[in-house]
Nanobody
Framework: QVQLVESGGGSVQPGGSLRLSCAAS????????MRWYRQAPGKERELVAR???????YYADSVKGRFTISRENAKNTVYLQMNSLKPEDTAVYFC?????????WGKGTLVTVSS
C-alpha cells in the first residue's frame, strides 16, 4: 500500500528556513520521480520541485536558488530544504508520486511565512 507522509511544516519569519520531509512506504523512491507541490489559499496546486529516479532535479522559477529537493534512499524519504522563505511561500506542501496510471498524494504539511 503506497503511503506518503509529509512533516516539517510550521511558522517561520521571512528569510527563515524549513526542511520538509516525505516518508514513503509501499514502494521504493529511487525507482520513481518524486515531486513536491504546494497549494496556497485560493490558488491552484502548483509543482514546486521534482527529483527524477535518475537524480536530476527541476524547480519552479519562483523557488529556484532557494529550495533544494533531495532524497535519502536508505530512509525512503524525500526532502525539500527551503531557505530565504518569503510570505508568498505560504501554502500547504504536498508530496506526490505517480506509479503507473495512479497519482498518490500525502495529506500535506502547512508552511506559514509571516512576520
Amino acid at each position: 500500500q503506497v503511503q506518503l507522509v509529509e512533516s516539517g511544516g510550521g511558522s517561520v519569519q521571512p528569510g527563515g528556513s524549513l526542511r520538509l520531509s516525505c516518508a514513503a512506504s509501499g514502494f521504493t523512491i529511487r525507482n520513481h520521480h518524486m515531486r513536491w507541490y504546494r497549494q496556497a489559499p485560493g490558488k491552484e496546486r502548483e509543482l514546486v520541485a521534482r527529483i527524477r529516479s535518475g537524480g536530476s532535479t527541476y524547480y519552479a522559477d519562483s523557488v529556484k536558488g532557494r529550495f533544494t529537493i533531495s532524497r535519502e534512499n536508505a530512509k525512503n524519504t524525500v526532502y525539500l530544504q527551503m531557505n530565504s522563505l518569503k510570505p508568498e511561500d505560504t501554502a500547504v506542501y504536498f508530496c506526490n508520486v505517480a506509479i503507473g496510471a495512479m497519482d498518490f498524494w500525502g495529506k500535506g504539511t502547512l508552511v506559514t511565512v509571516s512576520s
